[in-house]
């Protein structure tokens, strides 16, 4: 656990109301329930709670359920009893540090685990909980492959039933399913990962076990209607956004600097990188669906902007598609190219700042749609101005890379369906597929220098790269021929790139990487300094 009397020292931020309370009125009367322990929950949605009860809007604390990596209960919640030290780094070099006890418990929620499965399963029966939260990263969401089939994962959970289930989707419907079986009780199931129409990826995923379920049996019709019942369970989407990165080591040192020691940096076997401490970028945004049929604490108080769906669309695709994502996928790919190890650093090199300044304003601005709560140029402003060049956030080209295969339908592919609609094809575009030319070079996993590197996690990493295997750093081979299952496959980029008139573009992009060592450098000096 922290010791109090250091933090003070260090002048940690305290909380108004004492925790036992907090503890205590939440084993009575849960309210919240968050699935994904992690870096993001621990640096922002912890905050918004804190905030809450600070202000005596929220009488309980959140319960935590992580679904996929126990070790992140058992190495940086249970020893800490669930506070979170919060370390919010400022463009200024300043930190703020605070003290988060807003989180009541904490379990690891798989079958696996009986005793914790089993008290999830109690609390998300309870009919004063309003709302479920989840960040669980987009793949989470998943439930076919590539070729839109059932994952082996799920296969097996539809098949079993409810409560014999692995996958999180599953997971969460069956504790539905309960929900359900004790009284149909209204909630809130609000997902706030960091992808467009999140809220309707999220009922589809469950509403799709459901019916499958159905269909062999282990469920009740009415259960489905419940599901799609708005007055009974809903989706709220949401707009999240917060650079929230794995631990710096950097702040660790500092924060032993200011006596706060003993606060490691964990890496645990399944590849979380996690501590005590969460460092968050100061600026944020979260914007929500107000959709909520079992109530829900004021959050407009904790700086939650509540608004209508279309409203949260809106905003979504600004951030998501134009503003901010697109931006940082396409600068994490040539940076892993290029050898940097740093968000930051990038930031210093003209042609990736010239890159992403063209997918933003030239491009992704004169197709987006202005939400009117945020305008959004003034966002890429804050973006390219201030959030991605400070050099205190320890973000890493080669996280921001991880999925890719997940995210480009929605970062890019959206844009680009905005052009067919409007202009018929996309074809005008540059900067969009030099960035998609980008992936399938660094899809290679060797750098602008000839030499391998480690490719991020991605599901369809190992299929990706069995396609492009001819298509070595120098050698001939038929670039446009070799890629077009990939560039025509809509399950990835939510269209066929042949169709919007991009896809030969692309290619030749893509052929130019491949010329030998130095060409990534060279084609995209040649393409930004090339674009009037």
Not at 473 to 483: E, H, K, M, N, Y
Request: glycine fraction near 6%.
């Amino acid at each position: 656990m922290f010791d109090h009397n250091v933090l003070k020292k260090a002048h940690v931020i305290f909380p108004a109301e004492k925790k036992a309370a907090i503890d205590a009125q939440t084993a009575i009367q849960p309210r919240w329930l968050h699935f994904g322990g992690g870096n993001l929950y621990r640096a922002f949605h912890a905050e918004i709670a804190q905030s809450l009860i600070d202000q005596n809007e929220l009488s309980s604390g959140i319960v935590v359920c992580e679904t996929f990596d126990e070790q992140i209960i058992d190495q940086v919640y249970t020893p800490y009893e669930n506070d979170i030290l919060e370390v919010i780094m400022h463009e200024d070099g300043q930190l703020t540090k605070k003290l988060l006890q807003s989180t009541s418990a904490s379990y690891y929620c798989h079958p696996s685990c009986t005793d914790s499965y089993q008290k999830v399963r109690q609390l998300f029966s309870d009919p004063s909980v309003q709302l479920v939260t989840v960040t669980i990263t987009e793949k989470g969401y998943g439930l076919k492959d590539s070729q839109g089939k059932f994952l082996p994962v799920v296969q097996a959970d539809l098949a079993a039933g409810p409560h014999q289930v692995n996958h999180t989707m599953s997971i969460l419907a069956s504790f539905l399913w309960d929900r359900f079986q004790s009284g149909a009780l209204p909630i809130a199931m609000v997902s706030t990962d960091n992808f467009s129409q999140n809220g309707l990826r999220f009922q589809t995923a469950i509403v799709t076990i459901a019916k499958e379920w159905q269909k062999l049996g282990h469920v009740s019709e009415a259960f489905v209607r419940y599901l799609e019942n708005n007055a009974q369970v809903t989706f709220p989407w949401s707009m999240i956004d917060r650079i929230t990165p794995n631990p710096s080591t950097a702040v660790a040192e500092e924060l032993a600097a200011a006596g706060i020691q003993q606060l490691p940096v964990i890496h645990t076997d399944k590849g979380t990188n996690i501590a005590p401490f969460a460092n968050t970028e100061a600026t944020h945004y979260l914007v929500i669906e107000d959709d909520f049929p079992n109530g829900r604490p004021n959050l407009d108080k904790a700086g939650v902007i509540l608004t209508s769906r279309e409203i949260v669309d809106r905003t979504d695709s600004m951030k998501v598609t134009t503003c901010l994502n697109p931006l940082h996928t396409a600068m994490s790919l040539f940076g892993c190219l290029l050898g940097y190890t740093s968000i930051a650093a990038e930031m210093t090199d003209p042609d990736i700042v010239a890159l992403i300044k063209g997918i933003g304003y030239c491009e992704g601005l004169p197709v987006v749609e202005d939400p009117e709560i945020i305008q959004p140029e003034k966002f890429i402003d804050e973006v390219v101005g201030l959030r991605l060049p400070n050099p205190l956030i320890p973000d890493t080209p080669q996280r921001i890379a991880a999925d890719t295969s997940q995210k480009i339908a929605i970062r890019f592919g959206e844009t680009i369906k905005k052009y067919v609609e409007k202009e018929g094809s996309a074809s005008e575009l540059t900067y969009i597929p030099l960035a998609i030319a980008g992936w399938l070079r660094y899809l290679l996993a060797i750098n602008d220098e000839g030499h391998p590197f480690d490719s991020s996690p991605d599901p369809l990493l190992a299929e990706l790269q069995e396609i492009l295997w001819e298509c070595q750093l120098g050698t001939a081979a038929d670039v446009q021929g070799i890629i077009r299952p990939i560039l025509a496959n809509p399950q990835i980029f939510g269209l066929d790139l042949y169709q919007a008139g991009i896809a030969e573009k692309v290619g030749h992009l893509f052929a130019k990487m491949l010329a030998g060592t130095g060409a990534v450098r060279k084609t995209l000096h040649e393409t930004v300094e090339g674009i009037e």
